[in-house]
């Protein structure tokens, strides 16, 4: 089955302890593409602007993206992200954001995705969400990401998108931020039950929770390692991964055992790509990495 | 095989957003030995002052806890811990402590303990840890745990002490401490090369990492419960359950099989303690309270 994103293209410039990456390539949609790419066939829908120095055919040749979604807007630019990690790269400082082409209008779905059947709606305001998912048929796997701004703010379109998707993913802080509750296991049982198949919360360097509505649970550690050189994307990388498997396998949302796989599958991309700055990581990779990843996570963690 | 412990003994009162537990039992040594004491028979080395209200060996009845080594010091006071959790409760607040015997001359080791293989140096100054040690004919199996102020102050003597012993099991910030590295599989390969066999880094509600002298590597997440009520006496409940396991099965320090199993021993047990105020989750807790513990952690984790 193949997979529709929709979420950011953007220039980065990021700074690791291990050095600084200027005006490299980024943006939710792009690092969730490229994950998801392995696993199944991906649908891409994205704006840049006029300025946009990447080609994103380029940047996608040899795998499977249909960049029939990919509108270049005359006289916009491009959004713009300059991010900082220190310590132990949990979380990302914004140093500078310039939305640009974001703040607009979002792109329209072509003709040729408004069957798509799975989706993933990378961060954005969840209007927009909305708006993206309304343009769709019938979609029977849909799953959101969101952020601190939109649960602070935003919370009435965010519970409402909630209402129309099967599942949230969100990071330790925005699932505390969003429900009040400090422990972990009780926030995602609060989050699913606003109407949602299953809320996965991403811990970073500590793995993943994932919470049914029937509280039936995955846990998984993230796979360790010291050679982390840039976490951007790691998350969106995790989304792809995980949506990549389920389309893959033509998964419902209440099939735990393919959800666990899921899991699994997210936390081995996400272990790769945070080895390398922006994408360099995937220039040689193929499945087959993913799958060693699988088999040496698996190992780890089996007793 | 048996296993010795040595550790506190003390006098708690601690205040979780559950309630305030005043007065209660709680030490190293006693949380160890009780966990312990579900799967291999434990020899007990710590010392009370003539105020103690409990008595151990009520506090341990039909229990397998040899208390030869319990001493009760006249004209000494019993060690005192004041203690509080906010939030997800990862933290202790240490609100008030009183050494008492704790800051005088450790308790002898009795002869019938001499022999002991099996060895746990539950956390106090890494000289006392030494001379305790220096007491035993032959051990085979040691670990010690720690914190951060012997990390801080007493450096000198812990790295003497981990050239002498098999293992130390140590919190995140510890190991973050101890080396300077943010990153928790660079620090605990730094670690585990003074002399060890492996290091354990203790995650709180995120689980735990051991790696080996081979950089082999096993991790767990912790058991996902939003029932934790009192986290006190997490942490010797985990090395309790891991050394009584690997006591039990008679397990060398380079087993990497029994390793993954120990892990998860502490892992089921330590979900259990935090579960009720001091030892009070043990009151009505079978061997099979563990094993079903152990086979949901199974299920969670599995892919």
């Not at 792009?30 to 392995?38: D, G, K, L, Q, R």
Request: glycine residues 8%.
């Amino acid at each position: 089955m193949s997979l529709l994103v929709t979420g950011s293209i953007g220039i980065d410039t990021v700074t690791t302890p291990f050095g600084t990456s200027e005006n490299c390539i980024g943006g939710s949609a792009v690092y969730f593409s490229m994950a998801a790419s392995f696993l199944t066939p991906v649908r891409f829908l994205g704006v840049v602007g006029d300025d946009c120095p990447f080609d994103l055919h380029e940047v996608f040749q040899g795998r499977d993206v249909d960049l029939a979604g990919l509108e270049v807007r005359k006289g916009s630019k491009t959004f713009r992200w300059c991010g900082s990690y220190a310590g132990a790269m949990n979380d990302a400082n914004t140093d500078a954001v310039e939305l640009n082409v974001l703040a607009e209008a979002p792109p329209a779905v072509p003709d040729a995705f408004q069957d798509s059947q799975y989706v993933f709606l990378a961060n954005t305001h969840p209007a927009l969400q909305m708006q993206l998912l309304e343009q769709l048929k019938s979609p029977r796997f849909v799953v959101a990401d969101t952020m601190n701004l939109w649960i602070e703010n935003e919370r009435d379109a965010l519970v409402a998108l909630l209402g129309k998707i099967d599942a949230l993913v969100l990071n330790e802080g925005e699932a505390r931020m969003f429900t009040g509750q400090e422990n972990l296991v009780a926030a995602a049982k609060e989050i699913v039950k606003l109407g949602l198949e299953f809320v996965v919360v991403k811990k970073g360097e500590h793995g993943t929770l994932l919470i049914t509505k029937d509280n039936q649970c995955c846990v998984l550690p993230a796979y360790p390692t010291d050679a982390v050189k840039d976490p951007t994307g790691a998350g969106d990388s995790f989304a792809g991964g995980m949506m990549g498997y389920l389309a893959s396998v033509n998964a419902q949302p209440n099939d735990i055992d393919q959800l666990r796989k899921a899991l699994a599958h997210g936390t081995a991309v996400a272990s790769l790509v945070i080895e390398d700055f922006s994408l360099n990581r995937w220039s040689n990779a193929a499945r087959a990495d993913i799958d060693n990843r699988l088999a040496e996570l698996k190992n780890i963690i089996q007793f």
